[in-house]
C-alpha cells in the first residue's frame, strides 16, 4: 500500500509533496521519513544510504522510482535498517512486478549496480533479491556484507547467480560478513560453476570477484569452495578471517583457476606451511597478488616472501 500510494505521488506530478513520513508507536514520533526531493532530481539513481528508512521506507522509496525502473542504473542503500520485508520490495523493483502505471514487466534492466551493506537482510529478504537476479541483464556489482545472510540464503544466491551478469558479489568485509558458516559456502560453489549457465542465458562474463570475509567458511567450507575453483572465473577472491586454517589454505591454493589475480587469506591462523605453499604459488603465477596479513607466520618466512615478492605480498 505505501508503494502504491508513493507510485501515484511519482505518476501525478505531486510536486507540493516534499516528504512521506510514517508514524512510529511511540509519541507519534515519524519511524521514518522519506524525502522525495531527491528522488525527483534523477531517475538513475535511487540513494537512501546511512538513513533510517526501514522496511516501510523501502517500500515508499520503491514505489516512488518504479515508473521509471528500467532507467536506473544504481540502487545504494547502505546501512538503512532494512530487513526481509524490504529486500522484498527491492526485488519487487527489480522485477517490475506491481506497477499500476508502468509497463508490466518492464524489469529493471539498465540496473549495473545494488548496494545493501549494513541491514537487516536475512535469508527470506536474500532469497527474493536473488531470484530477481537473472532477470537484471546489466547488473554487476551486488553487495550485501554486513547482513544476516545464512544457509538457505546462501542456497537461492548460488541457484541464480549462475544465470545471471554479476560479476562482483560482496557478502563480506573486514567490518563484518554474513553467517553463511561451511555449508552455506558449499551451497554458494554452484554460482562458480557458472560458465555452461551463463554462456545458455547470453551472458558476457562471469562472476569474477568474491567476498567472504567474516562469513565463517571455515575448512570444509574452504575445501568445498577449492572444489568449484579450477572451473570458475574468478579473479579476485576473498577468504580473510574465516577459520579456515592450513587445511583450507592449501586447499584453495592447489585449485586456483587460471586467472586469478588476487587472493585474500589475511588472519586464518596460518602458519609456515602455507607460507611455503604461497612461496611456490606465487613462483608458478607471476600476475597473483597475495595477503597473508594477520596470521602465524614466523619472522624468517615473512622476510623470505617480502624480499622474494616485495609489493605481490602482504604480510
Known sequence: ALGDLSEALAVTNQSGVDSVSVEGTMGGVPECVIDLAPLRLTCQELVLSRRKVADEGCAIACGFVRPWVGRLIAVRMLECEIGDGG???IARLMLGKGSRFAHEGAAASSLRELV???????DRGAAKIA???PKCDSLQRLLLDRNFIGLPGAQALGRNLKRSAVRELVLGSHLGGNPLQPLGAEDLCEALRDGLDRAAADREARLEALNLERCDVGPK????IAAALPMSGIRLLSLASDDIGDDGAEAILQALPPNILSLDLAGNSLTDQTGLLILNTL???PSLSVSLAQNNLSGSMKASLREAFG???RV
Open 131 to 133: 531470484e530477481a537476479l
Open 116 to 122: 545493501l551493506s549494513v541491514n537487516k537482510i536475512g
Open 221 to 224: 567450507g574452504a575445501v568445498a
Open 87 to 89: 529486500a522484498m520490495e
Open 311 to 313: 609489493q605481490r605480498i
Open 283 to 285: 613462483q608458478e603465477r
